[in-house]
């Protein structure tokens, strides 16, 4: 089976702009997590899709939000870029059933914002 | 809140020899999963290994095995026969088995491993 692919791998943005990042899971998984990873703050998890329904969310502004289609893929997108936006996003997939299932991670999106 | 708490943030260890990492988390719920997963520079997250809060046996996977004590709240990686391609960061995290648990991250610790 395929892994989870993430698109675009790099993407270069200024402040105020937005950003769309593009997740799609293992075939089969039908939730799809994302967390962003910095230096300083570690991995922190933004939010988690189930069956195109947020099921959780961590503790990030409005700016950030996502969305899941009927197919499992995932779009996480940042409006209002900030500087501290500057992460890597890593996108997860699990099978069925959430909280049972080991997550699997795509090779992540390198944003950096100007 | 769960969390994770990985003291170390580098070790260093000799090729072929042994490496434990540790890593103690604080929950208090019964029922939840631990993971370890490795990031190359490749930045690709990769599972090395995980165990499940119900099972008394440690779980192995080849060389990495585990060392898991429930009750202090403890779930270290075992490296054996460590090889240059250990080389790594490595996470720790925790799952609740709830239907709507997130992954919690350790910080992270920083593997090199000598010729």
């Known amino acids: 089976k395929a892994g989870v692919t993430q698109t675009p791998r790099y993407l270069i943005k200024t402040r105020g702009q937005q950003v769309t990042l593009s997740c799609s899971p293992i075939?089969?998984?039908?939730?799809v997590s994302w967390y962003q990873q910095t230096p300083g703050q570690g991995l922190q998890f933004l939010f988690e899709y189930f069956s195109e329904t947020q099921r959780n969310k961590g503790n990030f502004p409005g700016r950030f939000s996502g969305r899941q289609f009927s197919n499992s893929r995932s779009e996480m997108n940042v409006s209002t870029l900030e500087l501290g936006d500057s992460a890597l996003y890593l996108c997860?997939?699990?099978?069925?059933?959430?909280?049972?299932?080991?997550?699997?991670f795509g090779p992540g999106t390198r944003l950096t914002v100007l | 809140a769960q969390t994770v708490t990985q003291s170390q943030p580098e070790m260093s260890v000799q090729e072929a020899e042994t490496v434990t990492l540790s890593c103690t988390y604080d929950?208090?719920?019964?029922?939840?999963?631990l993971f370890w997963y490795k990031q190359p520079p490749s930045r690709q997250m990769i599972l090395v290994i995980r165990q499940e809060a119900y099972k008394q046996q440690n779980a192995t996977e080849n060389r990495f095995s585990v060392n898991f004590q429930k009750a202090a709240k403890s779930f270290s990686l075992k490296i054996s026969d460590s090889q240059l391609g250990d080389a790594a960061m490595y996470f720790c995290?925790?799952?609740?088995?709830?239907?709507?648990?997130?992954?919690?991250f350790g910080k992270g610790i920083t593997l090199s491993v000598r010729p």
């Open positions: 995290a925790y799952r609740s088995a709830g239907a709507n648990s997130k992954l919690t």
């Open positions: 997860a997939s699990s099978q069925v059933v959430p909280g049972t299932d080991t997550q699997y």
């Open positions: 075939s089969g998984h039908r939730s």
């Open positions: 929950t208090s719920e019964s029922d939840y999963y």
